[in-house]
């Protein structure tokens, strides 16, 4: 059985147009894969496909050996696929311990996360855990978002731009969080186009351009490769 994600010649779009072709990627356990692209280029779309709120035209999403493409988002999730989308989507009229009930789903292998061990790893959390998630701010909004998911139990995890429009320390704190989950064997596709924050997190890189993946290399390679940065990432 092949561990983590895998997806294969993905395609998908809106309508009749095409918004990502013949996408090849895998993130293996306590991976994290960067999928970097300008505005537009298809990141967001090639994580709302493997997460099966897009219909696939080609391909095929597998998680840890199971074909899951084909298969409605709540199985997915039940797969093991935790998704957090760049609008956050979380509860704002339930307080926070209620949006992460709202998440909780039982681990397979008996070690759950609960809110006690969310909040040790946000502890912005804790003290507003009665406080309805509509009066947070943007970053304690962010980091609940992710703490929701979170208490699904998954093993892998969809990040859809998680820094955008964050204070520098929020970034700093999110990137911590990273590095912990990473070490706690999840695996982790991120979106995103805060090269600063995935420099910090990522160890591959792969770029998107007009739906198509263009580049795929460690981020160290990457840091190497000023062509590749200016025709791809450059704005």
């Known amino acids: 059985m092949k561990a983590g994600l895998s997806i294969e010649n993905i395609s998908a779009g809106y309508g009749q147009a095409l918004a990502i072709r013949n996408v090849t990627l895998s993130v293996m356990p306590g991976e994290v894969v960067a999928l970097l692209g300008r505005n537009g280029a298809g990141k967001s779309t090639t994580l709302k496909a493997i997460m099966g709120m897009l219909p696939l035209r080609t391909g095929s999403v597998a998680m840890d050996g199971a074909v899951i493409s084909g298969k409605p988002v709540h199985a997915r999730a039940r797969a093991g696929v935790g998704y957090v989308p760049e609008e956050r989507r979380i509860f704002t009229g339930l307080t926070v311990s209620e949006n992460l009930e709202a998440g909780r789903r039982p681990a397979p292998d008996g070690r759950e996360w609960t809110p006690e061990r969310l909040f040790d790893l946000f502890p912005n959390l804790a003290p507003a855990r009665d406080r309805h998630a509509g009066q947070l701010s943007g970053g304690e909004q962010q980091m609940l978002a992710l703490a929701r998911t979170l208490m699904g139990n998954p093993r892998m995890l969809l990040l859809d731009e998680p820094s955008e429009g964050l204070a520098p ?33 990522a160890d591959r890189a792969a770029i998107i351009e007009s739906g198509s993946l263009q580049y795929e290399g460690s981020m160290d390679e990457l840091a190497l490769d000023d062509t590749v940065r200016k025709r791809y990432l450059a704005v």
Not at 170 to 199: M, P, Y
Request: aromatic fraction near 4%.
């Open 169 to 201: 320390v929020i970034v700093d704190a999110l990137a911590g969080v990273v590095r912990t989950l990473k070490g706690e064997g999840l695996g982790i596709l991120l979106c995103e186009q805060n090269t600063s924050f995935t420099n910090r997190v």
